[in-house]
DNA sequence: ATTTAATGCGGGAACGTTTCCGGCGCCCGG
DNA sequence: CCGGGCGCCGGAAACGTTCCCGCATTAAAT
């Protein structure tokens, strides 16, 4: 059998009351009686219960997390960096993932408006953004960790990071060992970190006079593969490589070897996130902050529950360059 | 405020017994009540809340996940799966990963103490196994999904993988391709699923009468790399190369092109994983059925949970060799 | 026609906590 | 000596369900 505050409160002699404000550090009450109730405590093993905190008090201590699908990296680089801090301030993380879209979405609501959670955590994904908003309505605070920075209407509260002046960055990088003629391999253009890369990076060209060529590819490394050696077959001639990720950076490195150029010296590689690959690789990378990013979002999402909400409504960690071999010397 | 079952109790002029036993499909009524009390549910906006439902029952549709940390692709690939059967039968996973250790740990217990979930999944890790046992002991329902086969002796309910037979399908298939003299790259020997690798895949080939020489690496193309070097410059003799993980399979591949060897006519390679990497490096590797894994884990913890607990008490859902470029012709 | 069983439903306790409100005693000022 | 304020604590309602028990009503069996 369980042992409750009921039973605590009679073998310390007093009322469950009393029990419930040791618990809680509510004053109001005398040291004596406080130090007996915690020895009480401490004797017969107890634990309050959880279920019993939740339909007493009006926060549940979990959070709920929406996420496009946890085998993505960017996610799970993401989430350490919330649970990390959820963890100090004993909030629970339930993850919900979209794989079965309509009806993921539609449980999730309903977990929703079952209050099993007080506070959500989103992370954003295309398709999902405009149901996301319309969440926002109800009252329950929302967090959204964005893989592209807020164009300022929408006004969900939220954490993104530098696409655009990260590749501007690495444009800037490029520019400066004197390669004008880039080549952006991209990724799935209807993903907003993409557009928002190309932006960046090709206003620094544009603005210095010179203009990128753009292809399209997958974020895979056979599809990076694929998009250099079409240029070269295409004969688009050019000195740097600018891939939306490390994978399609490799591939583009792989082609480039295969075809008799050398990186840096013929052709100058980067990519975009910094994963481990990207350093054994000797990869330049714009450094993405993920778990910065996730911790973020979770201190905002904490900061708005505890009511004060004086943090800053939306977040914009940066990006950092990390320059290597394939475009270093 | 909110709209509760005692609200919908009486506006469809029954007690909220009735009304219970229409959320929780009793039988036992009348389909026209059944259907009176619907209409009034779906008029009244009315959805049950989580609280109070977790406080009337004894399960609180929420389970609890211990991982060692949320970055390992191992434990992302793993993890969707078991996402996917509990999102359709209801329940939540709250992560609890590891990262501050004893203090993790700690707040893990704590959380089960407080019954905060009903049911747990551990995502095994060396160091925590004998914690993981001790919980055991409670009576709640526990999986564990194991990155090594179970010993036969501990009995926690678990699932795992065939480490030792897709090394042996390995090594037989290298061994049938004529490759006698194998050089192994191992993983971190700490590890439960090295040492199964590499005496899975030295069995074999101890019986044919050859014997695999052994480097020590980190999962790390670097270090993949690193071995097959030293290899080379210590003038270790080999045909084929079987690395720990995919990751280092393309480096000990990198290594090799570089010493002007070729893949596979001089050396045959193979990892082991089969992540998208392996494919698009064209790599023989040996498939880890991840996502499958979560699934079998997740559905044994709920047959445990709703109590028939007919289901197998440990379950290994095996590997499978994918042969590519890499070794084949 | 009377007993028996089954079906349909309501009353109310239980779950384990928090929280509001109010009371008791003590100290201090008048 | 008396009254008011304050510090400390208890009683009981509230949270929103589930679930056990029991009472009608009706159908089936003897």
Chains 1, 2 share one sequence.
């Not at 490799?250 to 075809?259: F, I, K, Q, S, Y």
């Not at 996730?294 to 201190?299: D, K």
């Amino acid at each position: 059998m369980r042992v409750t505050i009921t039973d605590v409160a009679a073998h310390a002699g007093v009322s469950k009351t009393t029990v419930s404000r040791v618990l809680n550090g509510r004053g109001e009450l005398h040291e004596a009686t406080a130090s007996r109730v915690r020895r009480a405590m401490t004797e017969m093993g107890y634990r309050p219960s959880a279920r019993g905190v939740a339909s007493g008090r009006a926060r549940t201590g979990v959070l709920g997390v929406l996420v496009p699908s946890l085998a993505w990296p960017w996610v799970a680089g993401v989430l350490p960096g919330a649970v990390e801090v959820l963890d100090t301030e004993d909030y629970g993380l339930v993850v919900f993932s979209c794989n079965r879209h309509d009806e993921s979405l539609r449980r999730f609501s309903e977990h929703l408006r079952a209050s099993t959670f007080d506070g959500i955590l989103v992370v954003s994904q295309e398709g999902t953004t405009d149901y996301v908003g319309s969440l926002h309505t109800r009252s329950r605070p929302i967090v959204v960790i964005d893989d592209r920075e807020n164009e300022g209407a929408v006004t969900l509260p939220s954490v993104s990071t530098t696409n655009r002046a990260g590749a501007a960055a690495l444009a800037a990088h490029l520019l400066s060992l004197g390669r004008t003629r880039p080549l952006i391999v991209s990724g799935p253009e209807r993903f907003g970190c993409c557009q928002e890369r190309t932006a960046g990076f090709a206003e620094v060209y544009t603005e210095a006079g010179f203009s990128p060529y753009i292809l399209p590819a997958e974020f895979t490394a056979a599809s990076g593969r694929a998009a250099v050696e079409l240029a070269l077959a295409d004969g688009v001639v050019f000195d740097a490589v600018f891939a939306h990720n490390d994978l399609s950076a490799v591939g583009a490195v792989d082609a480039l070897r295969e075809a008799g150029l050398t990186v840096p010296d013929d052709v100058a590689v980067a990519g975009f996130d910094d994963v481990p690959l990207a350093a054994e690789r000797g990869l330049t990378s714009v450094r993405q902050p993920l778990h910065e990013m996730g911790r973020a979002a979770a201190t905002m999402l904490l900061d708005r529950l505890t009511g004060n909400g004086s943090g800053p409504h939306s977040q914009v960690i940066p990006t950092a360059l990390t320059v290597r071999a394939s475009t270093g010397g």
